[in-house]
């Protein structure tokens, strides 16, 4: 069997069984190919035919990259996983990388906004232009939410219900979940629909039925929120950039800091294990040692004793 039928197999069943997204799939695809390129010019081209020797040679040549050590750790998991997958399917007896181990990644924190930089950036989403008011809206629904863009920008008008409150989100791997949006949110979306949607669709004669469009109409992509989140960042004044999931960063940690329980929130975020809950409890950890150290008045040594 050829490396592009054992590659079509596997790609298949992450997309069909396993029922990843399309990014995820891409950025599997993407590790495997970069690999067999990696082998074809080594002198070893056949995936099946791969030893521990081709792997640690192809892990140094990622480290003469000087990638992060988060890329090498994801194309390992790819590797491993495509493995794993022929070992289950008889086309392979032991697999190459069984005795390759990697430290893991360092943890990062996740970023997000303080209390008065999310206002800053809610004051900056307003405006009486047609556009400002879906600019709003997306502010206003990720940080209700915590959505992630590709959950975003697939929301169609029948995914929402003002009555009670929800919004029906598809998540990775086509996985289904109800999240409550609440009433600024829903005051943003309903008054986007009156003075822009409605008025957009007519104009340039679309006919669908996703929630958010751009400036012709059509649906808006995922680079489409990612540039509308920066240009409302830039209004702010305020340093740095904002990407989308800072504020699925803020309404993790916001919901934590204000008493909600780790499982809640890991339904609302769509995330498949605790896991990847737990790493916002990091954050809510570090920011109460930061106000701590800031407002509590024995927390360090007082600056006129320290010269005595």
Do not use: W
């Amino acid at each position: 069997m050829s490396n592009q039928e054992l590659i079509d197999r596997f790609i298949k069943y992450l997309a069909i069984e396993r029922r990843y997204s399309d990014e995820t799939v891409k950025a599997y695809l993407f590790d495997l190919k970069k690999f067999e390129s990696f082998l074809e010019e080594s002198g070893t081209s056949n995936l099946l035919a791969v030893k521990l020797y081709d792997v640690r040679l192809y892990l140094s040549f990622l480290d003469e990259q000087k990638l992060s050590r988060n890329t090498i750790s994801r194309t390992l998991s790819s590797l491993r996983g495509f493995y794993h997958f022929l070992i289950r399917n008889d086309l392979l007896d032991e697999n190459p990388l069984s005795y390759i181990s990697f430290k893991k990644k360092q943890l990062r924190l996740p970023q997000y906004l303080y209390e008065e930089e999310l206002e800053k950036l809610l004051r900056a989403a307003e405006g009486a232009e047609m556009l400002d008011y879906r600019n709003r809206a997306l502010v206003e629904l990720f940080y209700a939410t915590g959505i992630r863009v590709s959950e975003c920008k697939n929301i169609k008008l029948q995914d929402v219900s003002f009555e009670l409150g929800v919004i029906l989100i598809f998540g990775k791997g086509n996985k289904e979940r109800y999240v409550p949006f609440g009433y600024y949110a829903a005051a943003a979306i309903q008054e986007y629909l009156e003075m822009t949607r409605t008025e957009l669709m007519a104009k340039h004669q679309r006919n669908h039925d996703y929630l958010f469009v751009s400036r012709l109409g059509d649906p808006l992509t995922a680079g489409g929120i990612e540039y509308i989140l920066k240009q409302i960042m830039k209004k702010t004044g305020l340093t740095g950039t904002l990407h989308p999931h800072m504020l699925r960063h803020t309404f993790a940690t916001d919901m934590l800091n204000n008493g909600a329980d780790m499982r809640t929130v890991q339904e609302l975020l769509g995330h498949a294990s605790l896991s990847s809950t737990q790493i916002y409890t990091h954050v809510t950890k570090d920011a109460l040692q930061r106000n701590y150290n800031k407002f509590h008045p024995r927390a360090k040594r007082d600056s006129k004793k320290q010269g005595e």
